[in-house]
């Protein structure tokens, strides 16, 4: 325990628990302190001036991060015929109907992004309480119910990140790896504030994007200033 609070200590020397940083000296600042053995995940979190009960202040959306996720990512599809053969063309790790419903209810889940044609959706909402619970529930608002399930395919496996809004108004996603050169992580940010920018709900009020903080997995918060990384106008 105490080698883990020196190196979070140290970690933390020199970061300004109040200041608000530019985006890029942030970035600087979270892979300078990254020193997990393993390749950690680049995190940003952004605090949102709406109340999610309420229906009319939900936020939820898709980025497609320019320079990918760094992820592997596992794909299931719910797609018969022709669109089956489109998934598993386009690298879809599991594709499937009533044998992927049956897989699913005998409580194995192998994927990270499931996906299906709008006439699966019978099918797949008998899965609704096992699959929504996990952020996993095919959706059109963000992309997941599709004809298109080449295109859902790649984005998912490209770097597509999906976002929800918490109960306390957060929203957080992995948006990179450290190793990523900042320059890319940089984009990767601002593409993922600008979706969530343009995700902005009627019922919101006064200020949309109130506070902005990255991370890295092991690492501590930075907070950001959100004008430097806000590229959209519906902040």
Same mark, same amino acid.
């Given at each position: 325990m105490?080698?883990? #609070? !020196?190196?979070i200590?140290?970690?933390?020397e $020199?970061?300004?628990v109040?200041?608000?940083? =530019?985006? &890029?000296?942030a970035? !600087? ?5 990254a020193k997990?053995?393993?390749?950690e995940?680049?995190e940003? +979190?952004?605090n949102? #001036? ?6 009319d ?15 592997t990512?596992?794909?299931?599809v ?11 063309a &386009?690298?879809a790790?599991?594709v499937?109907? *009533?044998d992927?419903l049956?897989?699913i209810?005998?409580?194995?889940i192998?994927f990270?992004?499931c ?13 609704g309480k096992v699959?929504?619970?996990?952020g ?5 608002k963000?992309?997941?119910v599709?004809?298109?399930? !080449? $295109?859902?395919? &790649?984005g998912?496996? #490209?770097? +597509?990140? *999906?976002?929800?809004v918490?109960?306390?108004g957060i929203v ?5 790896k450290?190793s990523f050169? *900042? ?9 993922? &504030?600008?979706?969530?920018a343009k ?5 919101a009020?006064g ?9 890295s997995?092991?690492? =501590?918060g930075?907070?950001?200033?959100? +004008?430097?990384v806000?590229? +959209?106008?519906?902040?």
């Amino acid at each position: 325990m105490a080698q883990t #609070g !020196k190196r979070i200590r140290s970690a933390r020397e $020199g970061i300004a628990v109040t200041k608000l940083y =530019p985006l &890029a000296e942030a970035v !600087k600042l979270i892979k300078e302190r990254a020193k997990a053995k393993f390749d950690e995940t680049f995190e940003v +979190s952004m605090n949102l #001036g709406v109340d999610p009960r309420h229906a009319d202040q939900m936020v939820r959306g898709v980025c497609n991060l320019p320079n990918g996720s760094g992820r592997t990512v596992r794909v299931a599809v719910f797609a018969r015929g022709p669109k089956a053969d489109e998934a598993r063309a &386009a690298g879809a790790d599991i594709v499937g109907a *009533e044998d992927l419903l049956e897989t699913i209810q005998g409580g194995t889940i192998d994927f990270d992004r499931c996906i299906a044609t709008p006439d699966m959706m019978p099918l797949v909402g008998r899965l609704g309480k096992v699959l929504g619970p996990r952020g996993l529930m095919p959706n059109p608002k963000v992309g997941t119910v599709t004809m298109d399930v !080449k $295109g859902a395919v &790649a984005g998912a496996k #490209g770097g +597509s990140v *999906e976002f929800r809004v918490e109960k306390a108004g957060i929203v957080h996603a992995g948006i990179g790896k450290v190793s990523f050169d *900042e320059q890319k992580i940089v984009e990767n940010i601002r593409a993922f &504030a600008d979706a969530v920018a343009k995700a902005k709900p009627a019922g919101a009020k006064g200020t949309y994007i109130q506070r902005i903080a990255v991370s890295s997995t092991m690492g =501590p918060g930075v907070k950001v200033d959100p +004008s430097s990384v806000l590229v +959209s106008a519906g902040a």
